[in-house]
């Protein structure tokens, strides 16, 4: 007898048209056939699970029951020590995205999602931000291993020398960009003064 719908045929998944019977292939929404999902099969009928690269662009079926993923994913389950993100049409995404209301940088190379500090020349942008464990980009001052550092409040780059946050100076390192307290000698920022700042700056 002619099988419509979802098959198990020896260890992979098939589709079969509901009105005609005929193997489908490539993505298919299934929720004419009861499951809310869009998952994918190959050009020999079989669903697909994990990672696969389709017309260029890596997207990531569940291996437990094929279902396309989106959004953040963690690929550890499937071999990689890695975060990245798939947007709503499935494809894992590069470099700069802006998610909700935060910025994240995801490696033009393999996906990853990156954090900590990173130059962004790579990417087009002549500039330092900071990442943190989330992935976010931070502005304002902000703590990082003890020490303090200023990102710019709309731009995130991390500030150096001389600077003015709410109504107070500060002095951040003209190399790393770390905040600097106690007495200062203000020659290598271009003044001949010896100044001081307290411990919050």
Do not use: C
């Amino acid at each position: 007898q002619m099988q419509y719908g979802q098959q198990a045929i020896g260890n992979h998944w098939y589709l079969f048209d509901k009105s005609s019977g005929a193997m489908q292939t490539g993505f298919q929404n299934l929720a004419p056939y009861g499951q809310n999902k869009t998952v994918y099969y190959a050009s020999n009928g079989q669903m697909q699970i994990g990672q696969q690269n389709i017309g260029g662009h890596w997207y990531l079926f569940s291996k437990y029951n094929g279902a396309m993923q989106t959004g953040f994913q963690n690929l550890a389950e499937y071999g990689q020590d890695k975060t990245v993100y798939y947007n709503k049409e499935g494809q894992m995404q590069y470099g700069q995205q802006a998610i909700g209301n935060h910025w994240y940088l995801f490696s033009k190379y393999n996906g990853a999602m990156q954090t900590g500090f990173q130059n962004l020349a790579e990417y087009g942008q002549n500039k330092v931000v900071y990442y943190n464990e989330k992935g976010q980009m931070q502005y304002g001052l902000t703590k990082v291993n003890q020490k303090t550092y200023y990102l710019d409040e709309v731009s995130g780059e991390v500030r150096k020398g001389q600077q003015v946050v709410g109504n107070h100076w500060y002095l951040f390192d003209k190399n790393n960009g770390a905040m600097q307290t106690g007495f200062q000698n203000l020659a290598p920022y271009g003044q001949n003064k010896i100044v001081y700042y307290n411990k919050d700056g």
